[in-house]
């Protein structure tokens, strides 16, 4: 191959490189969500026939303390008051392990791969039925308080007052009064972003909440009150929530008060049984979607306390739950027969579709390879190089191994957890990709000296990471499908967004100082000639 020829091949590559993952990376938050429909959503109304119903409490308080993992949880003194007066759990929020989609997931019981809700950017309404909007259409007042709205966002209905209040606020004290009162402090989340768990300025967030809500505590009569304390995600030693790492996907749950059993022991929770367990200890009906079948929820007879509902109720609540794991086995088990009414089942075939796609993928990807190795042997065989054609493999897994390795090790992993902000990860990832690429391509210089071969191995980067970048959609679909995938492929696009426009930037100036100048020579040469 001439220079001319390598000099076009990695234009049109650079093109590709640059134009397909930034074009699908800034789309991609509007393409997560769907929280019109949501995926698989199971409907089932539900109504408490039984004739004695429970007292409710005189009033009703779900905290949800914003970035507050587990370990940290532990830890506080509240926590342990919560313990005497009734039961804490280790709670799995799922994946993603993101404010908003949570959000949701604690409102209404069904998973983030169903509620829709996968970003924190959509700012729609959510389809799916709310604890607020039973609450509401029970008579009952429903107040909260937060520094942001999404919550009445996603359910505009289920809230009678909303306040928004500044950082510094104390939330516990400032919640307006309600029947059921939401109170939302997000300093703990804000100082994790900023400083990561590991930091002094996260410990003293804690030891905030710690304090305000103790104080809130204080507030409470426990033997008519009723209290649930939760949180939405954990955050990574740098600061960044999205994954599945275990500080980070686990939080505490507490429930206390009034109809709650009291028991000192650790237990475990799913997340999506937070909504079911306010609507069973206020008397509520359980919210139409939440998730029935492989579930948790009889987790619910662990924590209702069966000296204080009429033993007609607890059986009416019993008899409901085993009504939603019928609905959503038929409705399962007409979408897919082979999952035979099974919730996992139905995920594993679902994964197992991405898995097929994903071969396709590695076709595709060795295809390029190939190219990228004929290329090379061409060369050889035309005598214009030597022992280029396996270098030039080797240099472009070496790069997406490093690539890796640097994006795990500087950032602590391959996932969102890895984004503590936005603009820290733009110019990390930017400045990254320049210096890493840089780098190699003055390494692959100095060994080879050979300006075909360095154009070649930089295209052949670049096209690997346009079709890495195109095939997400081509699998999981334009507006993301069900279920979610990996922490890592859901973490994809935004890195791919800025890595490989970085790369295409150094591979321009390749082929300006490799390809454009020395045939600009050429081309003066000839004129003088």
Known sequence: MTVRQCLVLLLVCSALGLGVPLLLGVTYSARLSSHDTGFFAVQVDDAIAATELPRRPRRSVLVVIDGLGHEAAKAMGAIALLREHGQCRKTAVGIPSMSRPVYATISTGLEQDRTGARG??????????????????????????????????????????????????????????????????????????????????????????????????????????????????????????????????????????????????????????????????????????????????????????????????????????????????????????????????????????????????????????????????????????????????????MFGAVTYALQVGLRGSFDLSSVAGRGDFIGFTLTMGVCWTALAALVHWLLRRDRCALMLDLAAILLLGAVLAAAHPLVLGWRLGFPVPSPTVYFFPYFAALMFPAVAGVALVVAAVFGLRPLRRRSDMIART
């Open 120 to 397: 924190n950017d959509d700012e729609a309404p959510l389809f799916a039925q709310s604890a607020w909007d039973l609450a509401r259409a029970a008579g009952l007042s429903v107040a909260g308080v937060s520094e942001v709205t999404w919550w009445q966002q996603l359910f505009p209905g289920g809230f009678t007052r909303f306040e928004v209040l500044p950082l510094e606020a104390d939330y516990f004290a400032a919640v307006p009064p309600g029947d059921l009162q939401l109170v939302h402090p997000l300093y703990v989340d804000e100082a994790g972003h900023e400083f990561g768990s590991a930091s002094r300025e996260y410990a003293d967030a804690v030891a905030r909440a710690d304090r305000e809500l103790t104080g809130l505590l204080r507030t409470l009569d426990f033997a008519q009150d009723l209290v649930i304390v939760t949180a939405d995600h954990g955050h990574s030693l740098r600061g960044g929530h999205g994954g599945a790492q275990e500080p980070i996907a686990n939080v505490m749950t507490c429930h206390a008060g009034l109809g709650v059993r009291r028991d000192p022991e650790y237990g475990h929770l799913r997340i999506t049984t937070v909504a079911p367990s306010l609507a069973l200890l206020l008397g509520l009906p359980f919210p139409a979607h939440m998730r029935a079948g492989d579930d948790d929820l009889d987790v619910l007879w662990d924590i209702a306390d069966p000296a204080v509902f009429p033993a007609a109720y607890l059986a009416d609540r019993r008899a409901a739950v085993e009504r939603f794991r019928r609905a959503n086995e038929d409705a399962v088990r007409a979408w897919l027969p082979d999952s035979q009414g099974s919730w996992d089942a139905f995920y594993a075939a679902h994964r197992a579709r991405h898995r097929s796609g994903a071969r396709v993928l590695v076709a595709a990807l060795a295809l390029v390879c190939l190219l990228q190795l004929h290329l090379h042997r061409r060369r050889e065989q035309q005598g214009e190089a030597r022992s280029a054609a396996l270098f030039g493999l080797g240099f472009v897994a």
